[in-house]
């Protein structure tokens, strides 16, 4: 009986736990207590959020300072004397005011090559579909005045996958080109492009209210019927570009281009059909024209790239509004690609 009454008096141990009566008694200024770990904590939240702020300031600054290095910062040059070395000015995309092969990027990385007396020749590497006969042209008369002004610094093109139409408008400017058996070579043509949305207004009942000042300054609209006598007059000028092209294309070739039919037809050919053709001169690489035609392995790099700044500023869409405006203003310009 002892037992159970012992059993029956005693509570369970979690009661024990829970139950004020046998909790150990507070301490006094508890609240206090309280209190401080609040305010320690509180004060480590801002210290770190101080610290990450400190950091978050730092990263921007040196983003910063390494966008003023890079567009602002010393060119080749500018550098020490790297000793006898070879050239090399890079095209790499479609060729077009302020793009990847636009003439003022272009010219000024040629100007510095020429001008370095340390570069014993210059490699204009170009990987173009083509683009604009106005920039391809400005380079090219630029490499026929430098290769005059600077005859012992010969200037050769090294073909990487393609160079077609503007891109081999600038390389038939050099004293040599060389190929890959497999780049794409040619394309000596021009176009100009649109699309004409009559047939689509009519199904949808859009009407188009164009008012002129000029009988043709609605010249090719896309929203109006296809003139006749405009589409004359764009195939004229489109033939007078080609035949400068064509002309470009014989000077800057000579007696080693082999003329056939198709030869200006807006057709290309494989690296190896175009050295048979004429079109090219031999098979070669960056390195090995360094190698074998300059005697030097010393490659320096020209290329003008774009900045930290500009490459953000893309990034994040500053020059959308400005690419749509050249989309619809620049529609029907003529074009070698």
Aim: with cysteine; charged share 25%.
């Amino acid at each position: 009986m002892s037992n159970d009454n012992d059993q029956t008096n005693q509570s369970p141990s979690w009661q024990q736990a829970v139950t004020p009566s046998a909790a150990a008694p507070k301490k006094e200024g508890w609240e206090r207590e309280v209190l401080e770990k609040l305010a320690f904590a509180t004060i480590r939240e801002q210290r770190a959020r101080r610290r990450w702020g400190i950091f978050f300031k730092f990263v921007t600054l040196t983003l910063i300072a390494f966008a003023l290095w890079t567009s602002f910062g010393p060119s080749v040059s500018d550098m020490e004397n790297v000793g006898p070395h070879t050239a090399l000015i890079k095209i790499d995309g479609t060729i077009e005011a302020k793009g990847a092969g636009d003439a003022e990027s272009v010219i000024t990385a040629l100007t510095k090559a020429y001008t370095d007396p340390g570069s014993v020749g210059l490699i204009l590497q170009i990987n173009s579909p083509g683009g604009s006969p106005v920039q391809a042209g400005i380079i090219n008369d630029e490499i026929t005045r430098l290769r005059k002004q600077y005859p012992k610094k010969p200037l050769y093109v090294v073909v990487n996958e393609i160079c077609a139409s503007g891109g081999y408008y600038i390389a038939v400017a050099a004293d040599r080109i060389y190929v890959n058996k497999a780049s794409i070579v040619g394309s000596i043509g021009v176009l100009m492009d649109g699309f004409g949305f009559t047939g689509t207004m009519e199904k949808l009942g859009v009407e188009r209210r164009l008012l002129t000042a000029g009988e043709n300054k609605g010249f090719m609209d896309p929203f109006s019927p296809q003139s006749e006598k405009q589409k004359l007059y764009a195939l004229g000028m489109l033939d007078e570009i080609h035949q400068q092209f064509i002309d470009v294309v014989r000077k800057g070739r000579g007696k080693r281009l082999k003329e056939t039919p198709e030869i200006f037809s807006g057709l290309f050919w494989s690296g190896a059909k175009s050295v048979e053709l004429g079109l090219a001169d031999g098979f070669g690489t960056v390195e090995s024209v360094a190698r074998e035609e300059f005697k030097s392995t010393n490659i320096v790099d020209y290329t003008q790239r774009e900045g930290l700044s500009d490459r953000v500023l893309r990034k994040f869409g500053a020059a959308a509004g400005a690419s749509a405006v050249k989309t619809f203003a620049l529609e029907m310009t003529p074009s070698l690609k």
